[in-house]
Structures are given as structure tokens and as C-alpha cells.
């Protein structure tokens, strides 16, 4: 409860949070995320995945996921061969 009551405080507190927002360190990491995200973006766009079902997006991961595991497979494989 006195968390609770912390956090409101603080959050109430507009001097405290205009100097955070002036902040180098949160103006970077607003920048960065907003970076991250119209990478992601424009990378979904370019892989077709925008308009993608959710079905077809868990189907897609799957085989993702199947693919990986095989290639780990082979990978331990051919370590064993070559021991």
C-alpha cells in the first residue's frame, strides 16, 4: 500500500516528470524503441507479414521452430561424426 502511495505521488508530480522526460537517459530510450519498432515494422511489411492471419502467423512460427530444431539436430550430428 505505501508502494501504491509512492508511485502516485511521483506520478502526480509534474516537475518530477518533466525533468525525467528532459532526461538524456529516457529521451535515448524513447528513440530506441521507437527505433525497434518501425525496424520491426518496416521488416514485417517487406516479409508479407502485416496482413497475415493469426492461424497462418502460429503456422509460420511452427515451422520456424520445427526448422531450427532439425538444423540442432544435424548440427549435434555432425559433431558426433566428426569425434
Same mark, same amino acid.
Not at 501504491?4 to 535515448?28: C, G, K, V
Not at 496482413?51 to 515451422?63: K, M, T
Given at each position: 500500500?505505501?508502494?501504491?502511495? /509512492? ?9 518530477? /516528470?518533466?525533468?525525467?522526460?528532459? +532526461? ?8 530506441? =524503441?521507437? +527505433? ?5 515494422? +518496416?521488416?514485417? !511489411?517487406?516479409?508479407?507479414? /502485416?496482413? =497475415? +492471419?493469426? !492461424? ?14 532439425? !538444423?540442432? !539436430? ?10
Amino acid at each position: 500500500m505505501v508502494l501504491h502511495a /509512492i508511485l502516485r505521488y511521483l506520478a502526480n508530480n509534474e516537475q518530477l /516528470i518533466q525533468r525525467l522526460a528532459d +532526461s538524456y537517459p529516457l529521451r535515448r530510450a524513447a528513440q530506441m =524503441v521507437l +527505433s525497434a519498432y518501425y525496424r520491426s515494422k +518496416s521488416a514485417a !511489411e517487406q516479409q508479407k507479414l /502485416i496482413d =497475415v +492471419s493469426p !492461424e497462418r502467423l502460429q503456422q509460420a512460427l511452427r515451422n520456424f521452430k520445427t526448422n531450427v530444431k532439425k !538444423e540442432i !539436430e544435424n548440427a549435434k550430428n555432425d559433431l558426433n561424426k566428426k569425434k
